[in-house]
């Protein structure tokens, strides 16, 4: 059972640019969320997505932007990219109806680096 | 408001029972407790949820007080390989059914031979 997958697994960005990082959820689940986790703090909450479409969003801008297929993959764009966004971008996914949907199973994350 | 606190570090030794306790002094009624395991450069682990008094699995166990103010987390006999950061949530499920897991800075666990 293939659990939650990222690519890339690394990526290197300038300032201004554009980036489009993808994420396949464990088999069976049908809810996405992305998190941003900056070197010492804990994952923070970007946005989840849920039958395609965006269902809650945390405090970030609007050059953070997502998409979700009918397969329940999703993609996690940035653009106008700034050298704060350099992190790790995480990809979990679960169960949007389930009494389990408390159980996310994170993937390995994507580290970005804006130089 | 910080929703939690958690200490920011603790030490072990192989093989000792380690406690780590979270308070969460407005939980709210509906509010489940988990709590997550991060390696480095890893993404978290769920370990253990519950909403009042024991819950056990194979890896942990949560104990919960009657008002719910704090919760402890139980690892018993650890390795080195319990080295980590652990995550203390607290939360419900938003109208609509999704669940939105909000992280603190955790507690990094340093297990010593």
Redo the contacts between chains.
Sequence with gaps: DAGVTQSPTHLIKTRGQQVTLRCSPKSGHDTVSWYQQALGQGPQFIFQYYEEEERQRGNFPDRFSGHQFPNYSSELNVNALLLGDSALYLCASSLQFAYTSYEQYFGPGTRLTVT | LAKTTQPISMDSYEGQEVNITCSHNNIATND?I?WYQQFP??????II?GYKTKVTNEVASLFIPADRKSSTLSLPRVSLSDTAVY?CLV?D??A???????????TSLIVHP
């Design positions: 489940y988990t450069s890893q993404g978290p682990r769920f949820q995550y939360g499920r938003e609509g059914g999704s669940y939105i897991p909000t992280f603190g800075r955790g």
